[in-house]
């Protein structure tokens, strides 16, 4: 089976301070992708890497940045918590579609950790 | 810019009855289109997809979904619900060669016995 592990399940943090979030897959994907989840909003792409050392902005990155320094990890940083990045925050990876199925690819989650700011 | 829209946040229905959860979605060309599904304390799994082809896809625990270009719809749907069907589903949506998934904003499925 495909694994996406997320390390921690629950944090609580201080706001200000410098949250990192870590995400690894073993099934040797090329994209990874990291997705905020809030009622009432569903999934928010923050960011996501196709590739070592790649990166792309998703629709909400303020207050973000990431790191892929190895393919099969991939690390979501907060400079500097605050109480609205309060939520649930989700890794996925995907293979990396060829010719016409590029973008057919099935996301494969991990289970997800729950961030607290206070 | 892709997105989708899941109008009802809620949808309750009766155990054994058909359940529809709606999806219209947006997109720049040929659409990629899926459902996920969150069980409670889960993390995100995928339901089904349509790609190309037959606009009726077939997905896991019975569950399916057809699309509609000239309604720009992907509705789930199953012929017969069971209480273990309660979740929240997600649909989704990628532009062909994009590897960019938008989700919608989810809707929660209640199966009442």
């Known amino acids: 089976d495909v694994k996406v592990t997320q390390s921690s399940r629950y944090l609580v943090k201080r706001t200000g301070e410098k949250v990192f979030l870590e995400c690894v897959q073993d099934m040797d994907h090329e994209n990874m992708f990291w997705y905020r989840q809030d009622p009432g909003l569903g999934l928010r792409l923050i960011y996501f890497s196709y590739d070592v050392k790649m990166k792309e902005k998703g629709d909400i990155p303020e207050g973000y940045s990431v790191s892929r320094e190895k393919k099969e990890r991939f690390s979501l940083i907060l400079e500097s918590a605050s109480t609205n990045q309060t939520s649930m925050y989700l890794c996925?990876?995907?293979?990396?579609?060829?010719?016409?199925?590029?973008?057919?690819?099935?996301?494969?989650f991990g289970a997800g950790s729950r961030l607290t700011v206070l | 810019a892709q997105s989708v829209a899941q109008p009802e946040d809620q949808v309750n229905v009766a155990e054994g009855n058909p359940l529809t959860v709606k999806c219209t979605y947006s997109v720049s060309g040929n659409p990629y289109l899926f459902w996920y599904v969150q069980y409670p304390n889960r993390g995100l799994q995928f339901l089904l997809k349509?790609?190309?082809?037959?606009?009726l896809v077939k997905g896991s625990y019975g569950f399916e979904a057809e699309f509609n270009k000239s309604q720009t719809s992907f509705h789930l749907k199953k012929p017969s619900a069971l209480v273990s069907d309660s979740a929240l589903y997600f649909c989704?949506?990628?532009?062909?060669?994009?590897?960019?998934?938008?989700f919608g904003t989810g809707t929660r499925l209640t199966i009442i016995p």
């Open positions: 989704a949506v990628r532009a062909w060669g994009n590897e960019k998934l938008t």
């Open positions: 349509y790609i190309t082809g037959d606009n």
């Open positions: 996925a990876s995907s293979s990396l579609g060829r010719g016409v199925l590029s973008g057919a690819n099935v996301l494969t």
